[in-house]
């Protein structure tokens, strides 16, 4: 098993009291499993990507444990972390583009990386090379500054770098969003890549977009105001979703080749609950079709068919 989260729990501190950010999740990914995390703005998904590895002010962990490969994660703990960081744990950081230093050449800054974990960059410089040619890059970006490369290279060139020593698991978080569309697929068919060639175990990837987790993710989970809706096989959340907000999300999506004449998208009415003061119950009810009175009792996150997860007390009680 390569990593597993206990009901962890992520507030942000604010000066009107704290945020539910992420609200008792619990999780598990397989050894080689490329899971995505999807859901609106604001459901948490990247609160959950960055506490696994950075948690930074205003975040505050409240409680729950994180284990990868069996070992626990000090995630409470910015300074224990470095010792998991990049090594064993590490991050393709949203607004990727933006995270190489403008003042340094490429170079530069993977040595100084490096450096930081007492390995030598003359050491690393063969595979750090063969990995620039397996994305399409040539040797000579080392010797340039961040700025003389386009948007899709810069996310090629962190996602090497954020690879380079191997580690158990990456998150990639919205690394399509900025790119277009043949990018977006050049980035996504690497990230598959790395894990097929085992540069990484198990990859979490962060996205808004459901059309690019459908092409390359085994699993998909889906978070809702800080809290699990559903978790499943991939062909199973797109095909067959269990939950009311996976199906509405789904139904939301664009179909090729079906006329805006012959079929409107469908939106979700309504808004995502305020995280400050969120609602009893299933954070959902407000805006769900089929909110019954035991929705005012939080529903727990149950597996009700194989490696099929659901927070819904209709499914729940179906599946009884």
Same mark, same amino acid.
């Given at each position: 098993?390569?990593?597993?989260?206990?009901?962890?729990?992520?507030?942000?501190?604010?000066?009107?009291?704290?945020?539910?950010?992420?609200?008792?999740?619990?999780?598990?990914?397989?050894?080689?499993?490329?899971?995505? =995390?999807? /859901?609106?703005?604001?459901?948490? #998904? $990247?609160? &959950?990507?960055?506490?696994?590895? +950075? *948690? !930074?002010?205003?975040?505050?962990?409240?409680?729950?444990?994180?284990?990868?490969?069996?070992?626990?994660?000090?995630?409470?703990?910015?300074?224990?972390?470095?010792?998991?960081?990049?090594?064993?744990?590490?991050?393709?950081?949203?607004?990727?583009?933006?995270?190489?230093?403008?003042?340094?050449?490429?170079?530069?800054?993977?040595?100084?990386? =490096?450096? /930081?974990?007492?390995?030598?960059? #003359? $050491?690393? &410089?063969?595979?750090?090379?063969? +990995? *620039? !040619?397996?994305?399409?890059?040539?040797?000579?970006?080392?010797?340039?500054?961040?700025?003389?490369?386009?948007?899709?290279?810069?996310?090629?060139?962190?996602?090497?770098?954020?690879?380079?020593?191997?580690?158990?698991?990456?998150?990639?978080?919205?690394?399509?969003?900025?790119?277009?569309?043949?990018?977006?697929?050049?980035?996504?068919?690497? =990230?598959?890549?790395?894990?097929?060639?085992?540069?990484?175990?198990?990859?979490?990837?962060?996205?808004?977009?459901?059309?690019?987790?459908?092409?390359?993710?085994?699993?998909?989970?889906?978070?809702?105001?800080?809290?699990?809706?559903?978790?499943?096989?991939?062909?199973?959340?797109?095909?067959?979703?269990?939950?009311?907000?996976?199906?509405?999300?789904?139904?939301?999506?664009?179909?090729?080749?079906?006329?805006?004449?012959?079929?409107?998208?469908?939106?979700?009415?309504?808004?995502?609950?305020?995280?400050?003061?969120?609602?009893?119950?299933?954070?959902?009810?407000?805006?769900?079709?089929?909110?019954?009175?035991?929705?005012?009792?939080?529903?727990?996150?149950?597996?009700?068919?194989?490696?099929?997860?659901?927070?819904?007390?209709?499914?729940?009680?179906?599946?009884?």
């Amino acid at each position: 098993m390569s990593l597993q989260v206990e009901n962890l729990k992520v507030y942000y501190k604010t000066l009107s009291g704290y945020a539910q950010a992420l609200d008792g999740v619990t999780f598990t990914i397989q050894d080689g499993e490329i899971m995505g =995390l999807a /859901g609106e703005s604001g459901c948490g #998904k $990247t609160t &959950l990507g960055h506490s696994l590895i +950075r *948690l !930074k002010p205003p975040m505050n962990f409240i409680e729950g444990r994180v284990l990868l490969d069996n070992q626990e994660l000090p995630i409470w703990d910015m300074e224990k972390m470095n010792a998991f960081r990049f090594s064993q744990i590490s991050i393709i950081p949203q607004y990727a583009m933006n995270a190489l230093n403008p003042t340094r050449k490429i170079g530069k800054i993977v040595a100084d990386l =490096l450096e /930081g974990k007492q390995v030598g960059y #003359k $050491t690393v &410089l063969p595979e750090l090379k063969r +990995r *620039l !040619k397996l994305v399409g890059l040539s040797a000579d970006v080392l010797n340039m500054y961040p700025i003389e490369l386009s948007g899709g290279m810069k996310q090629r060139m962190v996602l090497v770098l954020s690879t380079l020593l191997n580690p158990s698991l990456l998150i990639a978080d919205e690394v399509t969003s900025a790119l277009d569309v043949s990018s977006q697929k050049a980035v996504s068919k690497m =990230l598959v890549e790395f894990r097929d060639r085992q540069f990484v175990n198990s990859i979490i990837i962060i996205t808004h977009d459901i059309s690019v987790l459908y092409q390359i993710a085994d699993t998909i989970m889906v978070m809702y105001a800080g809290k699990l809706a559903e978790k499943a096989a991939t062909e199973t959340i797109i095909n067959r979703p269990r939950h009311p907000y996976t199906r509405l999300l789904i139904s939301s999506l664009p179909k090729v080749g079906v006329k805006f004449s012959e079929e409107k998208l469908a939106g979700i009415p309504g808004s995502p609950p305020l995280l400050l003061n969120p609602p009893a119950g299933c954070r959902f009810r407000d805006r769900c079709p089929v909110a019954t009175e035991k929705c005012l009792e939080e529903p727990p996150f149950v597996e009700v068919d194989k490696d099929h997860f659901v927070a819904c007390w209709q499914e729940l009680e179906h599946h009884a």
